[in-house]
């Protein structure tokens, strides 16, 4: 995006500024352009790291979450399992310096045209005809009072007169409407850049997550018979399963794998920092060699707009979203035994323990499948009426939902 500022000095510099329209559409064309070659790529990184949007529309609603939690997307399209390694989420993370990068270069781009088309129109006044008022005819173009007062710009003005008042409502509208944007459709692109990177990297810190949990409701377990013997057995409690504690451990390191990549990108920036100070010291002793030594061994970070990664934040998107998905496969499963609902209260319990030792607060809807999988069948009508979540009682919906699973009648 830096490079599309230079094009604005040459084109005031040949036409005195009086293709700015067309300017504008070639810088606009080319931001588009640059910006759907990055789509592209995230398209195939997702798909190569087997990530839900990998052909899609952009990926940036494959995690999009709904208002009950839920996670949307193609999980169909792999697991992601192949993007759980830590180096997969470093690269990852590396993403958002480059969204963020451009996110700058676009804005900054975008008040230097502001900025620029205020300049030229105050400096084309003279040669611009007056605006147009409603229901009258269009104003004559102003006339050079001497043959010296002809300039280029004003003889370029006045041979294309609709143009120049189609360049007059331009500035005008560059200058008084605060909603005027000069690169209409090159700022959205970027934007939405933005929002496909954090789902991209939002997806990568979540696929281990959807490989474990993935085709969760389709599990024998919540099917399994009830042990038959003609002698009163102990019962035991269930445990949860090994995909269910892969997914909980795999969370609780998440902070510790953030946190050490965020310490090791500050690094890595205070040490571009000493080298262009370094640099700036040689090259003012006027030693050119040691300042290109410096800059080339250590270059410098990506234009001083490296996001800081916020660990903390990740990690509450990340709980969010994986709770969305064991939520959208429990909703799933067809039915339940009463094994297959002890076994399913153990595994929803463990998952909101582990979003609890996060310090985040897991959904609600989740707490209370956990509840009612759990609560006895004999009491089950009484019991879940009489239950709480923090003073509330139980989403009635959920309450039914698990009675219908478990084949519970209520009154």
């Not at 205070?270 to 640099?279: I, K, L, P, Q, S």
């Not at 998107?317 to 799933?332: F, I, N, Q, T, W």
Request: some cysteine; charged content about 20%; proline content about 7%.
């Amino acid at each position: 995006a830096a490079a599309l500022a230079a094009p604005l000095g040459r084109c005031v510099a040949l036409t005195d500024g009086t293709a700015a329209a067309a300017l504008l559409k070639a810088v606009d064309d080319a931001l588009v352009q640059y910006v759907g070659g990055l789509m592209s790529t995230l398209k195939r990184l997702r798909r190569s790291l087997g990530l839900p949007g990998g052909v899609g529309s952009g990926g940036s609603k494959s995690s999009k979450i709904a208002s009950d939690g839920s996670v949307g997307g193609d999980h169909g399209e792999g697991d992601g399992a192949a993007g759980t390694g830590e180096e997969s989420i470093q690269a990852s993370l590396r993403l958002l310096s480059v969204s963020a990068a451009l996110s700058a270069h676009v804005n900054h781009l975008e008040r230097g045209l502001l900025a620029a088309l205020r300049e030229l129109r105050a400096a084309l006044s003279a040669a611009l005809p007056p605006a147009a008022k409603p229901g009258q005819p269009p104003a004559a173009l102003p006339q050079p009072a001497t043959a010296e007062a002809l300039t280029p710009a004003l003889a370029a003005l006045a041979a294309n007169p609709a143009r120049t008042r189609r360049l007059r409502a331009l500035l005008d509208q560059a200058v008084e409407d605060p909603r005027f944007n000069p690169l209409p459709h090159g700022a959205p692109r970027a934007a939405a850049f933005a929002e496909a990177t954090h789902a991209f990297v939002l997806d990568v810190l979540l696929s281990r997550v959807r490989h474990e949990v993935g085709g969760m409701a389709r599990r024998l377990e919540w099917s399994a018979a009830p042990a038959e013997s003609a002698f009163k057995l102990p019962t035991f409690s269930a445990y949860p399963q090994e995909y269910m504690t892969n997914a909980g451990e795999y969370l609780l390191s998440l902070p510790q794998h953030l946190e050490a990549i965020a310490e090791a990108a500050e690094e890595e920036k205070d040490a571009a920092t000493v080298a262009a100070t370094a640099a700036a010291v040689a090259a003012a002793a006027g030693d050119d060699q040691a300042a290109t030594v410096a800059v080339a061994n250590n270059p410098p970070a990506l234009d001083d707009v490296e996001p800081e990664l916020e660990a903390g934040e990740w990690m509450s998107k990340v709980a969010e979203a994986a709770s969305g998905l064991l939520l959208a496969e429990v909703r799933a499963i067809p039915a339940l035994t009463e094994p297959g609902a002890a076994q399913l209260a153990a595994d929803l319990e463990y998952f909101t323990n582990i979003v609890t030792a996060l310090s985040l607060e897991p959904p609600a809807a989740l707490r209370t499948y956990a509840v009612c999988a759990a609560t006895a069948r004999d009491s089950y009508g009484i019991s879940v009426r009489e239950d709480t979540l923090e003073g509330r009682r139980l989403d009635e919906d959920v309450v039914r939902a698990v009675a219908s699973l478990r084949g519970i009648p209520l009154d």
